[in-house]
Nanobody, 125 residues
């Protein structure tokens, strides 16, 4: 499956952005979808995920209550709505896909076989 992320940009602290990730080349409903991010000089970290079956979601504690992950199985797209953005949210955001991903491994980036190219999010103070 191929993933194309978009929607990043520059925003002031407190603002909002919505990221999109369009999937192609596979059966979208077979895949648990996730977002990860990597800030300069830091390791890539889990942000949020939505399971292929039932739509169960998981979030990192740092974004809970501010970010919402959702999917449109008709458009083969996963979204990340980011509200109340903070300068520490600045990073390259990556979408990822895990076929038939199990519930217990949704936050584990090692489980994801397919990755998008990343989209830059910059939050100014």
């Amino acid at each position: 499956v191929q993933l194309q992320a978009s929607g990043g940009g520059l925003v002031q602290a407190g603002g909002s952005l919505r990221l999109s990730c369009q999937a192609s080349g596979g059966t979208f409903t077979d895949y648990t979808m996730a977002w990860f991010r990597q800030a300069p000089g830091k390791a890539r970290e889990f942000v949020g995920a939505i399971r292929y079956r039932g739509g169960t979601t998981r979030y990192a504690d740092s974004v809970k209550g501010r970010y919402t992950i959702s999917r449109d199985n008709v458009k083969n797209t996963v979204y990340l709505q980011m509200n109340s953005l903070k300068p520490e949210d600045t990073a390259v955001y990556y979408c990822a896909a895990d076929r038939w991903g199990i519930l217990s491994s949704m936050t584990d980036q090692a489980q994801y076989d397919y990755w998008g190219q990343g989209t830059q999010v910059t939050v100014s103070s």
